[in-house]
């Protein structure tokens, strides 16, 4: 089969890999047009050659492997330079965002509108520069991927049958091709492109960079052959652009050697990031199964703080009751997904105490800060008092347009109903610093400082500007 994918040129774009006695593991990742091999890259006065991954229409993708020490000034690149923060045992910045996209039209979407915030980072960068990029989900929107077959052209309301495997393998070429555009949307603009050629990325997915609800929705669709098709070819795009990986890789990078869940952590000095993947094996009952939860139990925490990534919100209103109302709706009934995707959701009441035990549990050895998206909104939460405390920041997002105000106060209010799954540990839903409302309706990013061995946050909001830093629990 041959994808309609044309030729196109991206990156660098420049991923974390760990560290490695006391240096920075990296990979860079280019496209290049079949049959244009990309030169060496420089760094430390070594060439690397670059490997291909995979072709994907009328392009080749190529990665790069290379360490830097910390302390070197970055690697160079076909004739340009590009300077990277390789310091991180003393004070560090990095920062955090989420969905990166739209439902609909966003591949058609101005760049400069689409990105302001991005450009936003930018200028933070030129200022103080960042040493991580976390991505906590929805790196790119790939609900109308299934448009223009067949086969998905109404998925996941209704999907059509393949006739036969030559027309599911059409399907798959078709998927990747479509996957393949929206990420070059993602990473091809100005601000977005020039950020993450400078600062190393990590990222863990959700639903969209599959698709809306995928594993809140019925099992016929997500089992069938054409639910595996899309995705089969959603994870082999994840791995690709959002982590410069292919199959093989997989023991390398991530905690479950089989692959059947993405889990992952990494370590600087002094911190942990931790971040479970909620989708791999997510069903309507279920967040993660045996193999997410037993990469998860396995993380170890940091020796000074913790940041677990949660690419749903962790600690949450309580929904339960919303879900029972709105079952006796048939109107609300579509919104059903969207509150099973949510810890909070009665399906998920037992795995969600489950996940807020782990997190007590590392909370015993250092401060952990749950990072979490998903919701479009920006806010944040705690779990606890004192030397149990865990708090939670939500910045969300970077690209998606707020939802209107009155949504964010409607959400303020449910949130002031409280819940307490684990006995003795209230959560409770906070307004970030400066504001009164629990829930901030701007695009935003979230920044987190350590300085002199405190950490803080400060959220970069579309119309309000940054907020006042706030102290994270040491």
């Given at each position: 089969?041959?994808?309609?994918?044309?030729?196109?040129?991206?990156?660098?774009?420049?991923?974390?890999?760990?560290?490695?006695?006391?240096?920075?593991?990296l990979?860079?990742?280019?496209?290049?047009?079949?049959?244009?091999?990309?030169?060496?890259l420089?760094?430390?006065?070594?060439?690397?050659?670059?490997?291909?991954?995979r072709?994907?229409?009328?392009n080749?993708?190529?990665?790069?492997?290379?360490t830097?020490p910390?302390?070197?000034?970055?690697?160079?690149?076909e004739?340009e330079?590009?300077?990277?923060?390789?310091?991180?045992?003393?004070?560090?910045?990095?920062?955090?965002?989420?969905?990166?996209?739209?439902?609909?039209?966003?591949?058609?979407?101005?760049?400069?509108?689409?990105?302001?915030?991005?450009?936003?980072?930018?200028?933070?960068?030129?200022?103080?520069?960042?040493?991580?990029?976390?991505?906590?989900g929805?790196?790119?929107?790939?609900?109308e991927?299934?448009?223009?077959?067949?086969?998905?052209?109404?998925?996941?309301?209704?999907?059509?049958?393949?006739?036969?495997?030559?027309?599911?393998?059409d399907?798959?070429?078709?998927?990747?091709?479509?996957?393949?555009?929206?990420?070059?949307?993602?990473?091809?603009?100005?601000a977005?492109?020039?950020?993450?050629?400078?600062?190393?990325?990590?990222?863990?997915?959700?639903?969209?960079?599959?698709?809306?609800?995928?594993g809140?929705?019925?099992?016929?669709?997500?089992?069938?052959?054409?639910?595996q098709c899309?995705?089969?070819?959603?994870?082999?795009?994840?791995?690709?652009?959002?982590?410069?990986?292919?199959?093989?890789?997989?023991?390398?990078l991530?905690?479950?050697?089989t692959?059947?869940?993405?889990?992952?952590?990494?370590?600087?000095?002094?911190?942990?990031?931790?971040?479970?993947?909620?989708?791999?094996?997510?069903?309507?009952?279920?967040?993660?199964?045996?193999?997410?939860?037993?990469?998860?139990?396995?993380m170890?925490p940091?020796?000074?703080?913790?940041?677990?990534?949660s690419?749903?919100?962790?600690?949450?209103p309580?929904?339960s009751?919303?879900?029972?109302?709105?079952?006796l709706?048939?109107?609300?009934?579509k919104?059903?997904?969207?509150?099973?995707?949510q810890?909070?959701?009665?399906?998920?009441?037992?795995?969600?105490?489950?996940?807020?035990?782990?997190?007590?549990?590392?909370?015993?050895?250092?401060?952990v800060?749950?990072?979490s998206?998903?919701?479009?909104?920006?806010t944040?939460?705690?779990?606890?008092?004192?030397?149990?405390?865990?708090?939670?920041?939500?910045?969300?997002?970077?690209?998606?347009?707020?939802?209107?105000?009155?949504?964010?106060?409607?959400l303020?209010?449910?949130?002031?109903?409280?819940?307490?799954?684990?006995k003795?540990?209230?959560?409770?839903?906070?307004?970030?610093?400066?504001?009164k409302?629990?829930?901030?309706?701007?695009?935003?990013y979230?920044?987190?400082?350590?300085?002199?061995?405190?950490?803080?946050?400060i959220?970069?909001?579309?119309d309000s500007?940054?907020?006042?830093?706030?102290?994270?629990?040491?």
């Amino acid at each position: 089969m041959t994808s309609d994918f044309g030729a196109t040129r991206l990156g660098p774009i420049l991923y974390f890999r760990g560290m490695a006695e006391g240096a920075l593991r990296l990979a860079v990742m280019v496209l290049r047009p079949t049959g244009e091999v990309p030169g060496d890259l420089g760094a430390e006065e070594r060439t690397h050659a670059p490997q291909p991954l995979r072709e994907i229409g009328a392009n080749t993708v190529w990665r790069y492997d290379f360490t830097l020490p910390q302390g070197a000034p970055g690697y160079a690149l076909e004739g340009e330079s590009y300077p990277v923060q390789t310091d991180v045992t003393g004070d560090l910045r990095f920062a955090f965002l989420s969905c990166n996209g739209e439902e609909e039209g966003d591949l058609d979407r101005d760049h400069h509108e689409r990105n302001a915030m991005w450009a936003d980072m930018c200028e933070e960068h030129k200022t103080r520069p960042f040493a991580l990029l976390l991505q906590g989900g929805d790196q790119i929107y790939a609900d109308e991927a299934t448009k223009g077959h067949r086969l998905t052209e109404d998925w996941p309301k209704d999907f059509e049958k393949p006739r036969d495997a030559e027309e599911l393998e059409d399907l798959a070429d078709h998927l990747s091709s479509r996957f393949a555009e929206r990420y070059v949307q993602a990473l091809f603009g100005e601000a977005p492109s020039w950020i993450m050629a400078r600062v190393p990325t990590l990222a863990i997915w959700d639903d969209h960079d599959i698709c809306d609800g995928w594993g809140s929705l019925y099992r016929d669709r997500t089992l069938s052959e054409v639910g595996q098709c899309l995705f089969q070819v959603a994870r082999e795009m994840y791995l690709l652009f959002q982590h410069a990986a292919v199959e093989a890789d997989i023991p390398d990078l991530f905690l479950d050697p089989t692959g059947t869940s993405l889990s992952w952590q990494r370590r600087l000095p002094g911190l942990s990031i931790l971040a479970p993947d909620l989708r791999a094996e997510r069903g309507r009952r279920q967040v993660m199964g045996a193999h997410g939860w037993s990469a998860t139990e396995a993380m170890e925490p940091g020796e000074t703080h913790t940041f677990l990534v949660s690419s749903v919100p962790l600690l949450g209103p309580r929904l339960s009751l919303v879900e029972r109302f709105m079952l006796l709706i048939p109107t609300m009934q579509k919104y059903e997904d969207d509150l099973r995707d949510q810890w909070q959701s009665r399906a998920h009441r037992k795995e969600w105490v489950r996940m807020l035990k782990q997190v007590l549990k590392w909370r015993q050895t250092a401060p952990v800060t749950v990072l979490s998206g998903e919701i479009h909104l920006a806010t944040r939460a705690t779990m606890g008092k004192g030397k149990h405390r865990v708090e939670q920041l939500v910045a969300s997002g970077i690209a998606h347009r707020a939802p209107p105000q009155g949504y964010a106060r409607g959400l303020g209010a449910l949130a002031g109903l409280g819940d307490a799954p684990v006995k003795g540990h209230p959560i409770r839903i906070h307004p970030l610093p400066g504001k009164k409302q629990r829930y901030t309706a701007e695009r935003n990013y979230l920044e987190l400082e350590r300085s002199g061995g405190v950490w803080s946050a400060i959220w970069h909001l579309e119309d309000s500007g940054p907020t006042p830093p706030m102290r994270l629990d040491s």
